[in-house]
């Protein structure tokens, strides 16, 4: 570089600094002109500042591993590369990253061999979120309609107008951007999968023997199609398997179709429901609905409710509704709840319920302490002891988080500060140094700088936990087609591909 150029470089930092400088010389200045000249001058100088200030942010990117804690692939772990500016804030996403898994469902037409293997995407896509599991995966691309799909394309869930397996990424563009998706399943041989548009518009696919789809009838489809009876839709909610409702919420309206055993839509009747109805609860900020196969399928649905207004950020309730043979409901009562019964009151707007159910075990994490009940198997998280446990507040346990599995054999993993602590059934999973199932929480042997966790590759007895710094991924657990490096009792690194940490 020759000297005149030298003179014209002008590092981000000092342009900032003539910027403020040009502003104070502007108020000490005796200024003649129009106050609208100003004004606009003003306005002019704040946004080159701001656009300097992002240029910098942009300059100091971090590349950092995000969990995909929205799939749960069966004996697979799924993690993306993403970079960060310097307030943590994701400005890029990068590669998806899989381990573990079948040739199908991998992304790239090869069973994980150890190690993780790049998801097959074209280059410049990228990818905000993915949803899906056990076998079919939805990648919504950022700001864009593009949804890009793979895995075994259970009954066309993955909406390409064919069921055969899609091994390697294929693109469904939608008329409007995509807002979001939700499907999973627990199983490898049904799914549905539901698509909400930033035009307020709903689109299903898939296996539909109950409804699921919404579209009036009982016949699978394996392309997308919008729910006519429905629009102007603000956000939907999936169930955690492949018999289960769907909920769509519209302004302070709630609305619910497909599966309903045990009267688990909120109803008031146990009639499948093939279209869209209207429920009577009102102000609904999040609903939880699970079901299970046991002795033949059960449901529940909680539902947390504003005390005011959808999204004032004021206390809040919780309702109950479905299947009630283990104090699910929170009361010992071996009989359904056949419409929504309130059963928590005045708790915080962001607080929410974790955990599984039906023959399961949930919680409420508050600034204050854990909420525990149900069926509790492998126990709540501290003394108590038997099963079918009514609600109590455990003040000894309070967390800044809680994950827990959402089907068998129940698992929960909680942070608080810079420990994690886990009970549940083990199989290597607990991260505590050994293969025996736990009843009460117990602090595991934690890595330095842990900023996320969850608990994947769930099936039946079958899961990992893993966590990550940022930099490195930490797994335990036992191993199922290479989803993890090695079978472990505590918190191991993992090989990531070059160029990943």
Known sequence: MDTQEENNTINPNQEIINKIDELKALKQAEIKENAKTLELYTIALKKDLEILA?????????????LCKKVNAYRQIMIQEVYVNTDGEIVKYGDLLSSGGTAT????????????NRVCLPANVEISEVVGGHANFFAIQKDSPNLWVWGNNSQGCLGLGHTNATPIPQKVTFRAKIKQVCSKSYSSSYQFATILLSDGSVWSAGYNAYGSLGIGNTIDSNKFIMIQS?????EIFGGNNYISGV????????????WNGNYCLGLGHNTNQLTPAKLALKEVIEVYHSTRDSSGWKATTWFKVAQGKWGDGGKTDFYFVGFNGSCEST???????TTPFKAYINFDYNDR???NAPYGTMYIATRDGTWNWGYAEYGVGNTRAGTSLQTQKDVSNVFDSIEATEYTYFMACAKRGDTLYTHGYNNWSLGNGNNDNQRQWLAI????????????????SERALIATDGTTLYACGAVYNNNIDYTTPTLQPQKLPIGAK
């Open 353 to 355: 319920i974790v955990g």
């Open 445 to 460: 042997p934690t890595p330095n700088g842990i900023i996320d966790y969850a608990i994947a590759s769930v099936y039946e």
């Open 105 to 116: 469902t991998s992304g790239c037409n090869r069973q994980g061999l150890g190690g993780f």
């Open 54 to 66: 992002s240029n910098i942010k942009s300059d100091t990117l971090k590349k950092q591993i995000r």
């Open 331 to 337: 009361k010992a009562i071996s009989a359904d709840y």
């Open 247 to 258: 909920f769509a919420r519209k302004g302070s309206e709630l609305w619910a179709w497909g």
């Open 230 to 234: 429905l629009n102007d839709v603000d």
